[in-house]
C-alpha cells in the first residue's frame, strides 16, 4: 500500500502545474477557490445516526474573474488499511472512485465572493454505498466554469468519515443469512440489514495529551532566585493568552477536565481516566519563574545583554493556577526535561544530567503541580529510541520503558499474540509500547496552528494549511477511532494477515507541539466516548500501561524509522565539538558544586544555585520539532557559548584583592597579608596555590572557607632567609583545584640579613669581646695598654675634669656658659 501511495504522490508531484482549465477528474488549480468544511454531520456514522450523511461547507473565489455554474459532490476512497492516514488524503483523486451526483451552489460567484452549500447524500445506494466498519476517505468536489474558460474543477477539501455501525438497509437485509443454515455467515449483520459493531475484541485505549513549548530560557542565569529568568523572545507570553497556543490547549484540558465553562456535559469518567497529560517539566519551570517577574535579552549568548522587563507575569500566573487545578483531577505524567534529545544524553554520559532529565522530570512536575505523577514511561518527542539511546534508558529508576511509533519497532513476523495484540515488545531489555504514526500526524493538525511529526517521512507529508479547521478535526477524530474499528483483512484472517489494526492496540500519542482547541477536545472526546460505550474500546489507564509493559512477551528490534533521516530520528544529537565542549562544562558544574561549603543555614543549596546551568545544557540538546528546527539549531551555539560565559564569570568572581606594587615584611618572619573576595551567593571552599622562590617560604593556610557576597583577610606565614626581593606568585583555586581568578605575582622585600651578614656579626662580636679582654688584662697588671702609646698627654683641665664627679662638672659647664653669653659682643661695644 506504501508504495501505491508514494506512486501516487509522484504522480501529483510531475502532474500539470500551468493555469490551464482541468478536467473535471483532474486536481483542482488553486488560483480559481477555496472550499473549507463547517460541518460534518454525524461524524462518526453509527446505526442510530440515520441513513445520510450531511456535509456543509464554503466556497470562496480567489479569482480575479467571475465563475459561473458552482456545483458540488461528494466522493470517497475505500477504507483505510494503511497507517498512513494523512498520506491518502493527499493521494490522486482518482483512488476516490465512489463519487454522488453533483449538486448546485451559485449559478455566478465574483470575485472574492463567498458562496455557502450543503450537501445530503445516503450512506449506502445511490451515496456513498458504504456496507462494512471502516475509515473511508471523502473528497468534497467542486466543480465551476470560470469566466473566459471551461468547466474544471475550481476547489477540493478533503476528510475522513469514521463508520461504526450502519443503520438498516434492505439492500444488505437481503444477504443475511439464518445462523446455523450452513450459509455463509456474517455475524455482525442483522436481519433488518443493519451492521453492528464489532466489540468482540475491544482495543485497548490511552490517550497521551502532551503540553510543551520549544525552551524559551536564555542560558547562563543561577538558581535561588538570585535574578530573574532571561527568556530569548517574549513568545511564550503570547502563547500563554488565552488565544494563544498554550492558551487553547489549556482551555481544551479544562474541556477533557470537565471544568471549563461551556456548561456541556463532562466527558465519561473512563475515557478520562484513559487520558494523561504529559507536562514538560522545562515549560512547567519557565511559567512558574515568569510569574515572579522576568526579563528578555537583546543577545541570548551573552548574559550580560541588554534586557527589557517583561509584562507577562500576571498571564503565566494565572496559566500556571489553571493547569494546577485540571491537573488535580486528571492523570498526569511528565515529558523529558527540556525534550532532551536521548541520544544526545547518552553520549554525554553525565548520570546527574541523565537524571534530571529522565527521572528527575517527575519529581518538577510534582513539586509545582502537587500531583503524584505516572513514573515508570519515557515518551521521547522524535518518537523513536535507537540502539544508543535504549542503553540510558535500561534498567534506569523511574523510566525504564518507552512509547515509540510502530516503525520505530521490527518484530519476529509471527502471528499476533499475546502482548503484541497490545503493542508491546520489548527490546534489549527495554520494554516499549508502539502507537500509530498516522494518528499522531492526524491530531498534529488540529487547531489554528497544524504541525507535522518530524517521524513522518517527507513523502507522506500533505498540506495542512488549505484545510479547514473543522475538515482537519473531522480527520483527526476518524484516526483516532481507526484502530479501535476492526475492519476484515484482505485475506480475512485477522492473525496472521496485515490489517489496518495496530496490535489491537489504540495507545495515541499526540506530536510535542500540538494546538488543539476546545472544540478539537469536544470531537475527540464525543469519538472515544462513542468507542468505549459501543465497546470496542476498553480504557486503560497509563499506570496499567506501565504496569504490563514489564510483561510484554515478544522480542523486536528498534530500527531507524522508515524513509526518515538518522540524525532527525536521533533529535539531531551533540556534534563531536559541541559534546567536547559540553562534558567540559559539566565536569565545571560538577566540581564547583562540591567546592561550596555545606553544613550552614543557606538559603538555597548548591545543588539548586547550579541546576539551572545544567538545564540549560537540557535546552541545549532539546529535539527540535519540524517547525523550529532551523531555530534550535542556532540557539544550540548560544546557549553552549552563554553557558560558558557564565562559568568564566563564576570562576571570576571569586579572587584575591591585588596589592599592586612592592610588598615589604617588617622582618624575616612577618606574615603575608591578603584579601579574599567572594562574589558569589554561597560561601565556597578554597585555598592558595603559591609558586616562591626557596629564599622565601610562604605557607599556604590550608583550604579555607569565604564567606557569601564577603570578603576574608588571610595571614600568611613566611619565613625570609635574605633581604633580596623576591617575586611571589599565588593562585586561587577551590578546595578540589578548580582555578579561581588570575594568579597574582607580589614583589616581596624582606628586612633579613641573610647568612652573610649573620657570620660578619658574629665575627664583629667575637673581635670586640677580644679587645675589651686584652684592655682589662693590661689595667689589672697595671700596664699601659700598647694602643694608648700615641695619644697626647692630658694638660691641666683635662686631668681636673678627670678627678671631679659628674655633678660638679656639669655645674662647671653651666658656669662657662653663662660667662660666654654675659660678654658683650664686639660691635656693640665699638
Known sequence: MAAVVLLLGLVLAFAGVGPAVAAPGDAPDTHYASVGLTEVTPSTVT???????????????????????????????????????????????????????????????????????????????????????????????????????????????????????????????????????????????????????????????????????????????????????????????????????????????????????????????????????????????????????????????????????????????RWLQRLTRVASSMCVTALPGAQAGLDSLERIGNDTLSNMALSGAYDTVDAILGVHSVRGITLPAVGAVSADARKLLVGRDGSDTAAVITTSVESDGGPRTGSALLGRYTSGGLPVQTYDPGVSAALGGLGGRPVTPSFLPEWQRTGLTGESEVSRRQTAAASLAFPMLDVPSPTGDDDSAPTNVTGRSAFT?????????????????????????????????????????????????????????????????????????????????????DSFATGHELPFTPAEYLNPLRADILRAVSTPSTTNRAVALVERPQRLTALGLTLTHMQQSVSLLDPSGRYTLASERSPLLLVVRNELSL???????????????????????????????????????????????IALVTSNDVPLSSPVDLSVYANAYGKPLFWITIGAAVILVLLTARRLWHRF???????????????????????????????????????????PDPGERE
Open 509 to 593: 500519542m499526540a506530536p510535542t507541539y500540538w494546538s488543539p482547541t476546545a472544540a478539537d477536545a469536544r470531537a475527540l472526546l464525543d469519538t472515544a466516548g462513542l468507542m468505549v460505550a459501543s465497546g470496542v474500546a476498553d480504557p486503560v489507564p497509563l499506570t496499567d500501561v506501565v504496569s504490563g509493559l514489564h510483561r510484554a512477551d515478544r522480542s523486536a528490534d528498534l530500527v531507524v524509522p522508515g524513509d526518515v533521516d538518522r540524525l532527525t530520528a536521533e533529535g539531531y544529537p551533540l556534534s563531536s565539538k559541541d559534546l567536547v565542549e559540553v562534558r567540559r562544562q559539566l565536569e565545571l558544574i560538577d566540581r564547583l558544586q
Open 781 to 823: 697588671r697595671g700596664e699601659p695598654d700598647p694602643a694608648d702609646e700615641d695619644r697626647p698627654e692630658p694638660d691641666e683641665h683635662e686631668r681636673h675634669l678627670a678627678s671631679t664627679g659628674y655633678q660638679q662638672r656639669l655645674a662647671a659647664e653651666r658656669v662657662t656658659d653663662t660667662d660666654e653669653r654675659e660678654q
Open 47 to 317: 446505526s442510530s445516526s440515520g441513513r445520510t450523511v450531511t456535509v456543509r461547507g464554503r466556497v470562496t473565489n480567489t479569482f480575479d474573474r467571475p465563475i459561473h455554474d458552482v456545483i458540488v459532490r461528494l466522493q470517497r476512497a475505500g477504507a483505510v488499511t494503511s497507517t498512513d492516514l494523512r498520506t491518502v488524503l493527499g493521494a490522486d483523486p482518482s483512488v476516490y472512485e465512489t463519487a454522488t451526483d453533483f449538486e448546485k451552489v451559485v449559478s455566478d460567484l465574483a470575485p472574492k465572493q463567498t458562496a455557502d452549500f450543503s450537501i445530503e447524500v445516503p450512506l449506502s445506494a445511490g451515496g456513498l454505498q458504504i456496507g462494512q466498519a471502516g475509515v473511508y476517505p471523502l473528497l468534497i468536489n467542486v466543480n465551476g466554469t470560470p469566466d473566459y474558460g471551461g468547466q474544471a474543477r475550481i476547489a477540493d477539501s478533503r476528510t475522513m468519515l469514521p463508520v461504526l455501525s450502519l443503520p438498516a438497509d434492505r439492500a444488505r437485509a437481503t444477504r443475511w443469512v439464518e445462523p446455523g443454515s450452513g450459509g455463509s455467515e456474517q455475524p455482525l449483520l442483522g436481519r433488518d440489514g443493519s451492521v453492528a459493531a464489532n466489540d468482540t475484541r475491544p482495543a485497548a485505549f490511552t490517550f497521551v495529551w502532551p503540553l510543551a513549548a520549544p525552551p524559551q530560557q536564555a542560558a547562563g542565569t543561577l538558581g535561588g532566585e538570585t535574578a530573574d529568568i532571561r527568556l530569548i523572545s517574549d513568545d511564550l507570553t503570547d502563547s500563554l493568552e488565552d488565544d494563544g497556543r498554550l492558551g487553547q490547549s489549556l482551555e481544551a484540558l479544562e474541556t477533557v477536565a470537565g471544568i471549563d465553562d461551556s456548561g456541556a456535559d463532562g466527558p465519561d469518567e473512563k475515557v478520562r481516566n484513559a487520558i494523561c497529560i504529559a507536562v514538560d517539566p522545562d515549560l512547567l519551570t519557565t511559567v512558574s519563574s515568569m510569574a515572579t517577574g522576568y526579563t528578555i535579552t537583546d543577545d541570548p549568548a551573552d548574559p550580560d545583554a541588554a534586557t527589557v522587563d517583561g509584562d507577562g507575569e500576571s498571564t503565566a500566573r
Open 683 to 729: 560561601p565556597i571552599m578554597v585555598r592558595l596555590d603559591i609558586t616562591a622562590p626557596e629564599e622565601l617560604s610562604v605557607g599556604d593556610g590550608g583550604v579555607l572557607e569565604i564567606p557569601a557576597q564577603g570578603t576574608r583577610q588571610l595571614q600568611l606565614p613566611t619565613h625570609a632567609s635574605n633581604s633580596q626581593p623576591a617575586t611571589v606568585r
